[in-house]
């Protein structure tokens, strides 16, 4: 028995000898299980940490490093060793009931990697790279365990690079700040013609020479700031948001802690991409005990037509009769919800207003009480501002008055702090039994899978523009699925049926707003759009008796599979979505 033991001590030291020689191992190899797809992570000769991504024996993302900067620990990614990893194989399943595909398959291969960083001032730090690779695409993150003389970590900034082999072409979308709402009409550029230190927003899109199509974005965001990318050198490289109250930095941690995940999609057709549960299957587990109370379904948005009523005995605006005539409309469509939009506590600009009171207009209590009646849910639109200092007290009341979700809008950010913001939102709303719309957001990162009740969320440019713009047109509706869409639901709000399909005719207005294209292709909307809840914008004359309104009563908003059938990013798409025994068929093309 000594001995055994003596041999275990004699095996242990021979193995921390053999590790203290440092970089043992030079690469990593990592294949998906179709074996398409390969991973291989490695450094260079001066120690920096790089990785490197083939499909089908082709090398698509040549070696890029990935180097933290940090205080008070510096550099990390720099000076590296590898000293070696666990390699393990899973082939899981999960239901996801307010998705696109109710049953999931999460299959990959994964590596966990132990590095360590020889720090600028003394000593060494050991950390990890998760690597996980899927056949549609891969993922990485950095977990950085616990320091004895660190206990607070400050992210000054990461620089993740992503150096695409051959791009021909980049889909992009701009932003001049950080502070944005995250809506705009993407581009098609070469790399070269993109201008160093743009902004750019996640997902991005690139095609290569070979016909090889690259999606980057992330997933898993959690006390983190987002993402973003510009153009440095003649390559891509990661930027954070810094924190707003803190510009020096990015972020602030505590470790140990868990990077996001950096994601890429990659194949032949960028389509299938649409296909994939990747970023709910890379984001943390439930964080709700029993979700079964939250309910998808389409919203009566009385907002986008300009709260208009062509009754005589209505005026329309913001006051209880409309609302009661928008209540009616639902009941009698079929349509889960009616939106409250701006306005019906007081000023929608101002975070200083009170949101657990009404304007005098405005019987909050006859209103849901007579939903109620209707079988029909009630949604309220509030300033963030207002909902981060008051969620405590208005989210029970909101309870209490039987509303049944929020739309919180404005946030026009993506720091640690925003992001901190939505996660304690969709918490402190699902004590209360509140479904959630982000607007004025940034793009999603799988904060869904932990918190289904946050149903969908905007950051696209959508419908709404059509009443000061001819930016929301065709061209663009047929974009945002290959890119956008592939983070998560999108509340574009489609359901215009007053449209028109000559642009030169289209004049945008606030009140009785149309909308460019055909009412096919609005319809069309419903089913290649993902979004467990979609908006039917127009007004109730507007749809009663005409062709198509009764697709819009039957089309659900979430699906049992999704199949990407056909299509040309930025020309057309094709897109079936099956609900119990019935598949849905959208086709919708550019101008």
């Not at 690079?161 to 889909?171: L, M, N, T």
């Not at 913001?318 to 009698?332: G, K």
């Not at 200092?389 to 702090?417: C, H, S, T």
């Amino acid at each position: 028995m000594c001995k055994q033991v003596m041999n275990k001590k004699v095996l242990f030291v021979l193995i921390l000898l053999f590790f203290a020689m440092g970089n043992l191992f030079s690469t990593v190899q990592i294949e998906s299980p179709d074996g398409s797809l390969v991973f291989k992570l490695g450094t260079d000769k001066n120690g920096t940490l790089l990785y490197s991504i083939r499909y089908r024996g082709q090398v698509v993302v040549k070696e890029s490093p990935v180097v933290l900067f940090t205080s008070p620990l510096g550099e990390l990614g720099k000076r590296v060793d590898i000293l070696g990893w666990n390699l393990s194989s899973k082939d899981e399943h999960h239901e996801f009931f307010l998705g696109k595909n109710r049953y999931i398959d999460d299959v990959y291969n994964e590596a966990i990697v132990e590095v360590s960083s020889k720090l600028k001032e003394d000593g060494v730090y050991f950390y990890y790279l998760h690597i996980r690779v899927y056949n549609e695409g891969c993922a990485f993150r950095i977990e950085l365990p616990f320091h004895s003389n660190v206990k607070r970590l400050d992210i000054v900034r990461e620089e993740t690079h992503f150096r695409v082999v051959d791009v021909e072409k980049a889909y992009i979308l701009k932003i001049g700040g950080f502070e944005s709402a995250y809506e705009g009409n993407y581009e098609i550029l070469e790399p070269g013609k993109i201008d160093e230190d743009v902004i750019i927003c996640l997902p991005v899109l690139f095609k290569t020479n070979h016909d090889i199509w690259i999606a980057v974005t992330e997933a898993d965001l959690f006390d983190y700031s987002n993402m973003f990318i510009t153009r440095k050198n003649n390559e891509f490289v990661s930027t954070l948001a810094p924190l707003r109250r803190n510009n020096k930095h990015c972020a602030e941690i505590s470790l140990p802690y868990l990077l996001p995940w950096r994601v890429f999609f990659i194949g032949d057709e960028p389509g299938r991409f649409i296909e994939s549960d990747m970023i709910v299957n890379l984001s943390r587990g439930l964080g709700i005990e029993n979700p079964g109370w939250i309910k998808p379904g389409k919203v009566a948005w009385p907002w986008w037509s300009g709260r208009v009523v062509d009754r005589k005995d209505v005026k329309g605006g913001v006051n209880t009769e409309t609302m009661l005539h928008y209540i009616d409309f639902a009941s009698e469509s079929g349509l889960e919800y009616l939106l409250i939009d701006a306005g019906w506590y007081g000023e929608p600009d101002d975070p200083g207003e009170d949101i657990t009171r009404t304007i005098p207009e405005f019987d909050i209590k006859r209103i849901v009480k007579y939903a109620n009646s209707k079988n029909v849910g009630i949604l309220l639109w509030v300033n963030w501002g207002c909902v981060e200092r008051q969620m405590k007290d208005a989210f029970p009341l909101y309870e209490k008055w039987g509303v049944k979700g929020v739309k919180i809008d404005y946030m026009n950010a993506a720091d640690q702090d925003i992001v901190n913001f939505y996660w304690k939102v969709a918490k402190e709303a699902a004590k209360f039994h509140l479904v959630v719309d982000f607007h004025g957001a940034y793009k999603p990162t799988g904060l869904r899978r932990a918190y289904p009740n946050v149903l969908t969320r905007e950051g696209v440019l959508g419908l709404e523009y059509c009443k000061w713009s001819k930016r929301c047109n065709p061209d663009h509706d047929v974009m945002i699925p290959y890119i956008r869409m592939l983070a998560g639901p999108m509340d574009y709000t489609p359901g215009a049926f007053n449209v028109v399909n000559n642009e030169s005719e289209f004049k945008p207005r606030f009140t009785y707003p149309s909308a460019l294209g055909t009412r096919a292709h609005q319809l069309a909307m419903y089913v290649v759009y993902e979004s467990p809840l979609q908006m039917v914008v127009d007004h109730p004359d507007s749809y009663l008796g005409q062709p198509g309104f009764e697709f819009i009563k039957k089309v659900p908003t979430v699906w049992d599979e999704t199949k990407f059938i056909k299509g040309r990013v930025g020309e057309y798409i094709v897109i079936a979505r099956k609900k119990g025994d019935n598949w849905y068929l959208g086709g919708m093309t550019n101008w």
